[in-house]
């Protein structure tokens, strides 16, 4: 099962990379006509509003894989099992792991 979960955890984060690397080619073309109002908007070029669309469009798809599949297969690795959980449930089983990890680290840190 880890094999499993491992192999998809891999692949989100391989996800979330193509779409993180879309996001920044997407805004380094539109950057320079930031910040938008009606007018400026409309004056733009039909090849500038599909970037801004593809903008949105990747970070929409990041979130989506950050908080549909990412975390809940973190989660489950955390957990022990891939039982569906709120979102919520899923974030804090993270939080805490993270904290108790931090928290491992600087009292490693500190008997030095």
């Known amino acids: 099962m880890s094999g499993l979960v491992d192999i998809k955890i891999s692949y ?3 996800e979330c990379d193509i779409h993180v690397d879309r996001i920044d080619k ?11 109002n009606e007018g400026k908007f409309n004056l733009l070029s039909d090849d500038i509003i599909s970037l801004i669309d593809q903008f949105i469009y990747r970070i929409m798809k ?9 975390i809940p297969a973190l989660a489950s690795v955390i957990i022990g099992n891939s039982d569906v959980r709120p979102f919520v449930d899923n974030l804090n089983t993270l939080k805490k792991s ?3 990890t931090i928290s491992r680290r600087m009292a ?3 008997k030095r």
């Open 62 to 70: 990041l979130q989506d894989t950050i908080g549909t599949r990412l």
């Open 108 to 110: 490693g840190t500190k």
């Open 26 to 36: 997407a805004f380094i073309k539109i950057k320079h006509h930031f910040p938008f």
């Open 12 to 14: 989100y984060v391989k």
């Open 98 to 100: 993270w904290s108790y």
